[in-house]
């Protein structure tokens, strides 16, 4: 079954850039989506096919994605972004997966 | 504007059944496809299943696949997930979520529900 891999944690600072992961076996020959959950809410769709921003989404949202590790990045960072992120791809063995998530804890 | 609305979410028996309904307002439902993910409590997402617009693809998690039931009725612009021999596990909060207007189910989920919990305990 096809595995994604996020770290557990990211803390930044506000106004900086936060960076958050999301590792796959050749990750970068799949599409990508970005979800943000803020506690008691449902997720939100923050990035789409690896960089693509639904209307609403701050600018500053971003995504990439290339070899084996796809990346969410936030730029200048605030405290309202403070929530959990989580990664996910169509993996036609495993269907669609999701990583095991990020919180972001902005200092 | 769009709306999901999840119910028939509760306390069940272990290898008792639930029916969880999915009411969509605001846009044509019969042009998306449309999933159900889970969240146990205080853990991740998991994907538990996905069905296309008209019902020709549809696909399960291995963890609910022979117990869970996956449809839609276009009709009533309303998904469901019937899930027999329930298990602790089977535990979460339960969201509905929409997909695209391809033909497959293969697009980002673009809106959710508010999710409703299933709790399996004697």
């Known amino acids: 079954s096809y595995v994604l891999t996020q770290p557990p944690s990211v803390s930044v600072a506000p106004g900086k850039t936060a960076r958050i992961t999301c590792g796959g076996n050749n990750i970068g020959s799949k599409s990508v989506h970005w979800y943000q959950q803020k506690p008691g809410q449902a997720p939100v769709l923050v990035i789409y096919?690896?960089?693509d921003r639904p209307s609403g989404i701050p600018e500053r949202f971003s995504g990439s994605n290339s070899g084996n590790t796809a990346t969410l990045t936030i730029s200048r960072v605030e405290a309202g972004d403070e929530a959990d992120y989580y990664c996910?791809?169509?993996?036609?063995?495993?269907?669609?997966?999701f990583g095991g998530g990020t919180k972001l804890t902005v200092l | 504007e769009v709306q999901l609305v999840e119910s028939g979410g509760g306390l069940v028996k272990p290898g008792g059944s639930l029916r969880l309904s999915c009411a969509a307002s605001g846009f044509t439902f019969s042009s998306y496809s449309m999933n159900w993910v889970r969240q146990a409590p205080g853990k991740g997402l998991e994907w538990v299943s996905s069905?296309?617009?008209?019902?020709?693809?549809?696909y399960y998690a291995d963890s609910v696949k022979g117990r869970f039931t996956i449809s839609r009725d276009n009709a009533k612009n309303s998904l469901y997930l019937q899930m027999n021999s329930l298990r602790a596990e089977d535990t979460a909060v339960y969201y509905c979520?929409?997909?695209?207007?391809?033909?497959?189910?293969?697009?980002?989920?673009?809106?959710w529900g508010q999710g409703t919990l299933v709790t399996v305990s004697s």
């Open positions: 996910q791809v169509w993996d036609s063995s495993s269907d669609w997966v």
């Open positions: 096919y690896d960089s």
């Open positions: 069905i296309s617009s008209s019902s020709s693809y549809i």
């Open positions: 979520a929409r997909g695209g207007t391809t033909t497959t189910v293969v697009t980002p989920f673009d809106y």
